[in-house]
């Protein structure tokens, strides 16, 4: 979405204007003066600006105080002239003083635990909690929450719910979570986060600096002091939570990046506590690690855990590493000296709930809805599929890119491969996410423009979430999937893709940068930024044999029965349990 010009303020507004311009310093920065324009008129809130201007001309700091704040600017003195500018606009309009709320006049009452859903089992104490960002339950037209599919929600909610367990999590203010429970035996204990919380965390500190430099740094990652900051009060409400949740001696999951601070927070609290972590993203290198302001508190903050879990070795290396370099500790194999005792650590790979893709696929409805979808898409010989989160982490460009050379070299055959990308919405408020959206949009439109045929698009691409039966059609209806991330802890779609299998037919081209390549072998690898050997695997898919399919693909399966997402779940909760009971008998806390 292009921004739109508007009208030079004048007045007040434009006082409030030249000030801005003066703070931003850099002219050649348009987002800043239409933001300025929009607040100052009354047209626009702080957190509503990423929902009226997105796109790559709006400032990357998220909202306009922190720009002030980021070029040393005067805060306090901005809030001022934003009230006093709105004032005088309203007042030469004839309208009330009621609607010209200006910002607050100090971040604590937004940083205080806004109200929220609560949940049953808010006054009982549990012998499991499971701590992540988020409680993955939605509200469904009648009320319901439910977690559908077959991916970690549902391998937790089952863990828990064995566990007779306490969830802590983020909850959306919409959710009624005292009146439905997914389980019986699972307690919801939300963590409410204001707007702002979310703003600067999420959006912020979790999403615009953790997220890219964890993933290679693919996109610059931000640094901002106020994001920090409150990413560690986020983090103490969240150990505050588990603390009061937990009972004498409890295990408790703690889990992803989001929440790196919170073991060494409940380990100062709560010694008797049995606590793991497990980073789902890569663990970066020392060279782009070093980067974070707060390297060390985010290494400490992990190493208050009894055992931290990752995803390949290549990231348990770099913790290592890290710990080694940064912090001076002493290292092995499987574990971390610090304060008189070890820090065990490990890799357990994450995965899926394969019996319930299977049992979607048994179903008839799913092979009628796959049949379906290829005639939909016009029958084609070879139907090639990417299914992902629309992210810049997963390799969608370089995908069409490659597909596009394809139909090039293709253009005088009849029936070329036909493509179908679903990328899922997500984070939309991150104004790189919605810049991404607009440039794979542009993408799919000229391959559509240049290789498309009336009411036969060359590329079928959508934002549409789709329901996890359709996911699982689509799945049965691809014959190569394509999971092709730039960098990725796991990548549970080549997963599902792989386990949806049952007839052993289909390719999986799968990224070197997957943390799944570790295990699919048989898959073909390659890398992602080469758009050239990208080609040349997809034109391998389509011409492999059936047979050739049929080894590789059972192979694949086999494998991941043997270590499905309930087998990674009771391993890591046993190899927690282990680590426990090793510190207790050499005397530890």
């Given at each position: ?165 306490g969830w802590v999590g983020w909850a959306r203010r919409d959710c009624d979570l005292d009146r439905v429970e997914p389980s019986p035996d699972l307690s919801l204990l939300p963590v409410m986060l204001s707007e702002r919380e979310i703003e600067l965390h999420l959006e912020g500190h979790c999403n615009s600096t953790l997220w890219p430099l964890y993933h290679d740094a693919i996109e610059r990652p931000e640094f901002h002091r106020a994001w920090r900051e409150t990413y560690r009060l986020i983090n103490k409400r969240y150990a505050e939570t588990v603390v009061h949740a937990a009972a004498p001696g409890a295990t408790v999951w703690v889990h992803d990046y989001q929440l790196q601070l919170v073991p060494e927070m409940l380990r100062e609290r709560r010694p008797d506590l049995r606590i793991g972590f497990f980073l789902h993203t890569p663990m970066p290198p020392f060279e ?302």
């Amino acid at each position: 979405m292009a921004l739109r010009r508007e009208p030079t303020p004048v007045g007040a507004v434009a006082e409030l204007f030249d000030r801005l311009h003066e703070l931003h310093l850099d002219a050649g920065e348009p987002g800043v003066r239409q933001i300025a324009s929009g607040i100052g008129r009354g047209v626009l809130s702080h957190t509503s600006v990423h929902n009226t201007f997105r796109g790559p001309k709006v400032p990357k700091w998220g909202h306009l105080e922190l720009i002030v704040d980021q070029l040393g600017g005067d805060t306090e003195a901005f809030r001022r002239l934003w009230r006093l500018a709105r004032l005088a606009e309203l007042a030469s309009s004839g309208e009330g003083e009621a609607d010209a709320a200006p910002p607050p006049d100090s971040d604590a009452a937004e940083m205080a635990a806004p109200p929220g859903p609560s949940a049953r089992g808010a006054d009982r104490r549990f012998d499991f909690v499971l701590v992540t960002s988020r409680i993955p339950f939605s509200n469904h037209t009648k009320g319901f929450l439910s977690a559908a599919g077959a991916g970690l929600d549902q391998i937790l909610q089952r863990l828990v719910s064995e566990r007779k367990g306490g969830w802590v999590g983020w909850a959306r203010r919409d959710c009624d979570l005292d009146r439905v429970e997914p389980s019986p035996d699972l307690s919801l204990l939300p963590v409410m986060l204001s707007e702002r919380e979310i703003e600067l965390h999420l959006e912020g500190h979790c999403n615009s600096t953790l997220w890219p430099l964890y993933h290679d740094a693919i996109e610059r990652p931000e640094f901002h002091r106020a994001w920090r900051e409150t990413y560690r009060l986020i983090n103490k409400r969240y150990a505050e939570t588990v603390v009061h949740a937990a009972a004498p001696g409890a295990t408790v999951w703690v889990h992803d990046y989001q929440l790196q601070l919170v073991p060494e927070m409940l380990r100062e609290r709560r010694p008797d506590l049995r606590i793991g972590f497990f980073l789902h993203t890569p663990m970066p290198p020392f060279e782009l690690f070093t980067k974070l302001p707060d390297r060390g508190e985010v290494l400490r903050g992990l190493l208050g855990a009894d055992l931290v879990g990752f995803q390949g070795r290549r990231s348990l290396g770099n913790f290592l590493l890290l710990c080694r370099e940064l912090l001076h500790l002493r290292t092995s194999a499987d574990g971390v000296e610090v304060g008189g005792r070890t820090v065990m650590t490990g890799v357990y790979p994450s995965s899926i709930d394969v019996v319930a893709v299977e049992e979607l696929v048994g179903q008839p409805r799913t092979e009628r809805r796959a049949r379906q979808i290829r005639a939909e898409l016009g029958d084609p010989g070879v139907l090639v599929a990417g299914i992902d989160r629309l992210d810049y982490t997963k390799g969608i460009e370089q995908r069409m890119v490659a597909y596009g050379e394809i139909l090039e070299d293709l253009r005088s055959v009849a029936s070329p491969p036909a493509f179908i990308q679903v990328a899922t919405l997500s984070r939309e408020r991150v104004a790189r996410y919605a810049s991404l959206r607009e440039r794979v949009d542009r993408l799919a439109g000229r391959l559509n423009g240049s290789y498309g045929r009336m009411g036969s698009p060359a590329v079928r691409y959508t934002n549409n979430a789709l329901d996890f039966s359709e996911v699982v059609a689509l799945y049965r209806a691809a014959d190569i999937m394509v999971a092709t991330p730039l960098s990725d802890g796991m990548n549970l779609v080549a997963k599902e893709y792989v386990s949806s299998r049952v007839d052993d037919e289909g390719v999986l081209i799968l990224s070197e940068f997957a943390g799944a390549a570790a295990e699919f072998g048989e898959a073909i690898l390659v890398n992602p930024n080469d758009t050239g050997k990208l080609k040349d695997a997809i034109l391998r898919a389509i011409a492999m044999s059936p047979g050739e399919q049929g080894e590789r693909m059972k192979a694949m399966r086999d494998r991941l029965r043997a270590r499905d997402g309930h087998v990674w779940a009771a391993s890591f909760v046993a190899a927690l349990q282990a680590a426990s009971s090793r510190l207790a008998d050499k005397g530890g806390p």
